[in-house]
Nanobody, 114 residues
Framework: QLQASGGGLVQARGSLSVSCAAS????????MGWYRQAPGKQRELVAT???????VYADSVKGRFTISRDNAKNTVYLQMNNLKPEDTAIYYC??????????WGQGTQVTVSS
C-alpha cells in the first residue's frame, strides 16, 4: 500500500516536494517512480528508479525535478523546482515489487499558477 502526500498550490517558478510512503520495505521494490496525469491527458512518467538503481526522467522535467529515496523510511520523494503551469497534474507514485505486484498511490494534486 502506498500513501502519497505533499501536493498543493504554488506559483510558477516555485518549488514543491511530494512523498510516497510504502507499507512494505522498498528495498524489495524493483521499480519506484512518479507519474502524473493532467486533465484530458494520459498518465505519463515523470521520474523513476530502475531495477538497476539508476534514474530516468521525462525530458520535460530534467534539471528541475529530482527523485530520491529513503530506504529506512520506506519512502520515495520527488523534489520539484522551477515549477511551470504545465506541471499541473495529479501525481501518482508507483512501485513494482519483486513479487510481481504493482501498487499505485492514491495521487496528490499539484497545481502551478502562472
Amino acid at each position: 500500500q502506498l500513501q502519497a502526500s505533499g501536493g498543493g498550490l504554488v506559483q510558477a517558478r516555485g518549488s514543491l516536494s511530494v512523498s510516497c510512503a510504502a507499507s512494505g520495505s522498498i528495498s524489495s521494490a524493483n521499480v519506484m517512480g512518479w507519474y502524473r496525469q493532467a486533465p484530458g491527458k494520459q498518465r505519463e512518467l515523470v521520474a523513476t528508479f530502475t531495477r538497476f538503481g539508476s534514474t530516468v526522467y521525462a525530458d520535460s522535467v530534467k534539471g528541475r525535478f529530482t527523485i530520491s529515496r529513503d530506504n529506512a523510511k520506506n519512502t520515495v520523494y520527488l523534489q520539484m523546482n522551477n515549477l511551470k503551469p504545465e506541471d499541473t497534474a495529479i501525481y501518482y507514485c508507483k512501485m513494482a515489487w519483486s513479487s510481481g505486484r504493482v501498487d499505485w498511490g492514491q495521487g496528490t494534486q499539484v497545481t502551478v499558477s502562472s
